[in-house]
């Protein structure tokens, strides 16, 4: 398997987390969960055969994609097909991060996916051929770099990237009420800023990225402390910490350790 990932310099490092391309991807398992975690995710499809989104539990119900398609910030895991010998180059959006890209309010993506065609008409799917073309990867990197650089228009508000960064840093300290009092604007109009340039509220950004802190606390400690991990994260009790974590998951805390896959936030399903 071919896995390269490139973090972009200025000025798209301001918006984007990161790139990954990768090739010959031979999963273990047919279908992965994705938890939630407050990105927007460009991706494009180097095979033509359909991936299958899963709308229900049980696998029969589901959307397919090909080529390159958007999936918005969700509040809740979704399934994804992982099919074998999968190619794919994928860019991860900050919270906040794929505003300039995009021209729609980010809140009507929220809990989908959906064909590029639909937000960058055959732009992106332009870029896709050339992608297949160029044999070398950190040009592919290259081309996806200009293409967003010449679709950029930056978003410029004090307000919204400092609430931002209060969220991504303190997530279960944050409440709408108190920063909008701060800043000197109203709930409603922070509310709006995030409809239009986020897509999730700031109460269901917050969840998610405190969902995300338990989630990094657990990878980084070989030995877990459930009842440290509820302090550490602000939860009220532990009650509702795994309420929220089974909300995000599917899956009770305990059981996560042994669910988890490869790679953070994907959790390889075997379908019975």
């Known amino acids: 398997m071919i896995f390269e990932l490139h973090f972009p310099g200025p000025p798209l490092d301001k918006y984007v987390v990161n790139m990954v391309f990768y090739a010959d991807s031979c999963p273990d398992t047919p279908i992965e969960k ?14 033509d055969k359909p991936k299958k989104c899963y709308r229900s539990d049980d696998f029969t119900i589901y959307q397919e994609y ?18 074998q010998h999968a190619s794919m180059m994928v860019v991860q959006f900050k919270p906040g991060g794929a505003a300039p890209f995009l021209d729609c ?9 959906v064909h590029s065609e639909a937000l960058f008409g055959n732009a992106l799917n332009d870029l896709r051929e050339a992608l297949l073309q160029e044999p070398d990867i950190p040009k592919k990197f290259e081309l996806m770099e200009n293409f967003l ?41 922070l509310i709006h ?13 917050s969840r998610v990225l405190r969902f995300q802190q338990v989630l ?46 490869e790679y953070l936030n994907y959790l390889p399903i075997k379908p019975e």
């Open 193 to 205: 800023l995030f409809d239009k340039y986020v897509g999730l509220t700031p109460k269901a950004l």
């Open 105 to 113: 309010p980010l809140s009507e993506l929220n809990g989908k996916v």
């Open 216 to 261: 990094q606390q657990i990878e980084k400690n070989s030995t877990i402390d459930w009842l440290q991990i509820v302090a550490d994260c602000g939860y009220y009790d532990q009650s509702h910490f795994v309420k929220d974590f089974y909300a995000f998951s599917g899956i009770n805390p305990g059981e996560y350790p042994d669910a988890r896959g």
């Open 34 to 47: 994705l938890l939630p975690d407050g990105s927007v995710f460009l991706l494009i499809d180097f095979e």
């Open 149 to 189: 650089l010449n679709r950029m228009k930056p978003v410029s508000n004090p307000a919204l990237e400092q609430a931002l960064q209060q969220l991504q840093e303190n997530p279960f300290g944050f409440t709408t009420k108190a920063f909008a009092e701060k800043a000197g604007i109203s709930q409603k109009h």
């Open 66 to 83: 090909t080529r390159s398609y958007v999936s918005g910030q969700h509040r809740e895991y979704i399934y994804i097909e992982a099919t």
